[in-house]
T-cell receptor, first 110, second 113 residues
Framework: ETGVTQTPRHLVMGMTNKKSLKCEQH?????MYWYKQSAKKPLELMFV???????ENNSVPSRFSPECPNSSHLFLHLHTLQPEDSALYLC?????????FGPGTRLTVL | SQQGEEDPQALSIQEGENATMNCSYK?????LQWYRQNSGRGLVHLIL?????REKHSGRLRVTLDTSKKSSSLLITASRAADTASYFC?????????????FGSGTQLTVLP
């Protein structure tokens, strides 16, 4: 275990649903990240939070909405997703250069 | 285009053999890191090498960095079946936020018992 947990581990949702992914880190880190991993593609950085402020939003569609209420928790709110949004969503945290990843949420959009 | 590109995309070896994976990148870096991912799981950090370092060791892992060629290699010696996984290089830029990593597409390593 890396000290970063993600729930749920698997999620199936319709295109009209609203759901949220949760990430929690128990490492005392001050930065948290959301990545998207699709088959045959490199990890795509979606959002970066440093000291609870969003410092990066890599042209992510507005149907993905991040929230970082404190340095230990990170959420990704999902609404009106598309089938191409099906992927493994990974959360990570860091204090310095090394990032620690959670196990991911496997999302399937029907 | 990707900052980090691993080569080969897939590698299959026998247990006990050495495995070498290469990574090329395009821009100046602060550091380069290698991560491992077991199927459908999160990534695990293996080793970090800074731009002013040329070689680093950690157990059975050896990483080299050639900033003039913008390339790095990861060597796993005496491989085991448990080393079967995808391996990714990730670069941290020397400008902007060094916390942001850019990942390559990965090398899928299969170690046959």
């Amino acid at each position: 275990e890396t000290g970063v947990t993600q729930t749920p581990r698997h999620l199936v949702m319709g295109m009209t649903n609203k759901k949220s992914l949760k990430c929690e880190q128990h490492l005392g880190h001050n930065a948290m990240y959301w990545y998207k991993q699709s088959a045959k593609k490199p990890l795509e950085l979606m959002f970066v939070y440093s000291l609870e402020e969003r410092v990066e939003n890599n042209s992510v569609p507005s149907r993905f909405s991040p929230e970082c209420p404190n340095s230990s928790h990170l959420f990704l709110h999902l609404h009106t997703l598309q089938p191409e949004d099906s992927a493994l969503y990974l959360c990570a945290s860091s204090l310095a250069d090394t990032q620690y990843f959670g196990p991911g949420t496997r999302l399937t959009v029907l | 285009s990707q900052q980090g590109e691993e080569d080969p995309q897939a590698l299959s070896i026998q247990e006990g053999e050495n495995a070498t994976m290469n990574c090329s990148y395009k821009t100046s870096i602060n550091n380069l890191q290698w991560y491992r991912q077991n199927s459908g799981r999160g990534l695990v950090h293996l080793i970090l090498i800074r731009s002013n370092e040329r070689e680093k060791h950690s157990g059975r892992l050896r990483v080299t960095l050639d900033t003039s060629k913008k390339s790095s290699s990861l060597l796993i010696t005496a491989s085991r079946a448990a080393d079967t996984a995808s391996y990714f290089c990730a670069t941290a830029s020397d400008s902007g936020s060094a916390r942001q990593l850019t990942f390559g597409s990965g090398t899928q390593l299969t170690v046959l018992p």
